[in-house]
């Protein structure tokens, strides 16, 4: 007589068994991945520089009083030099997304560091497209160039999460070339 837990059945199964292995992302679903956290880090940076510093440093007023008063100081924000600054990253972005279609045997793991590599260097970048506006607001209200919104540590803190992770990512590859 035959149990009715007959070995095979579901009850029976081990959890790797139960169900199938997670599908690994290719080096393309990385591209497009890297591709999508560079974009969310320049607009967000963007935001930083023309919305959120600009308001808690002048707090109270509009982003409409803020540009008069700029103005009016003889300065400028300089949203057009930080928008260009940014999309530096966004263009470097969408060539890692292009070459990774264009290179058929191209692997995980250099599409991987080039994205952490782009963010690492969010943060300089991000300093350099934010210099203007932030010296302007200083030389407007007589307060430093610093950033006043505290939403920049969210930028750093990325870039300094990837720059860990491409170190992480760079040791890794480095030990299993010397295994083989």
């Known amino acids: 007589m ?3 837990a007959a070995v095979g059945s579901p009850r029976h199964r081990t959890s790797a068994e139960a169900s199938p292995p997670a599908p690994r992302m290719g080096p393309r679903a990385c591209a497009w991945a890297g591709f999508a956290v560079v974009l969310a880090y320049a607009a967000f940076a963007a935001l930083q520089i023309m919305v959120l510093n600009p308001r808690a440093a002048a707090p109270g007023r509009s982003l409409a009083v803020i540009r008069d008063e700029v103005a009016a100081a003889g300065e400028s924000l300089g949203h057009s030099f930080a928008l260009i600054v940014l999309s530096v ?4 972005a969408v060539a890692g997304l ?19 590599l782009l963010l690492v260097c969010g943060a300089p970048g991000y300093f350099f497209a934010s210099f203007a506006s932030g010296m ?24 300094g999460a990837a720059l860990l992770a491409a170190l992480v990512l760079g040791l890794v590859a480095l030990s299993g070339r010397r295994r083989h």
């Not at 990253?89 to 470097?92: E, H, M, T």
């Open 2 to 4: 035959t149990s009715s």
């Open 89 to 92: 990253g966004v263009v470097l």
């Open 98 to 116: 292009i070459f990774a279609y264009a290179a058929p045997q191209l692997r995980r793991a250099p599409v991987t560091l080039y994205f952490l």
């Open 136 to 159: 302007a607001l200083a030389d407007t209200y007589g307060i430093t160039g610093e950033d006043h919104s505290r939403w920049s540590v969210v930028l750093f803190a990325a870039s």
